[in-house]
């Protein structure tokens, strides 16, 4: 599976911005599709995980302010990001994972796309 991310940018406090992460090569259906960022000096950090048939997880920090969805005919998942706070800057990456155990674990990814930079301006 080949990822690439899209969609950041430069955007005010309380704006909102919609990342994009489109997949090719295997199977997209197979796998849990997984939002992670990392800001300087910081461990990479779980944002959000959604399955195939659309459940969904969400770290503390974006829960209610962030929404994780997936288009499988696509083969794109999508985190839009509203009410957004200077400390969601930070490099915004998207992975694959073949099971819903340990996807909050950015060592047990099996795919990462490069990263797209999000910055939120105060």
């Known amino acids: 599976v080949q990822l690439q991310a899209f969609g950041g940018g430069l955007v005010q406090a309380g704006g909102s911005l919609r990342l994009s992460c489109a997949a090719s090569?295997?199977?997209?259906?197979?796998?849990?599709m997984v939002w992670f960022r990392q800001s300087p000096e910081k461990e990479r950090e779980f944002v959000a995980a959604i399955t195939w048939r659309g459940s969904t997880h969400y770290a503390d920090s974006v829960k209610d302010r962030f929404t994780i969805s997936r288009d499988n005919a696509k083969s794109t998942v999508y985190l839009q990001m509203n009410s957004l706070k200077p400390e969601d800057t930070a490099v915004y990456y998207c992975a694959a994972w073949h099971r819903w155990v340990g996807v909050t674990n950015y060592a047990s990814m099996d795919y990462w796309g490069k990263g797209t930079q999000v910055t939120v301006s105060s």
């Open positions: 090569g295997r199977i997209f259906s197979s796998y849990v």
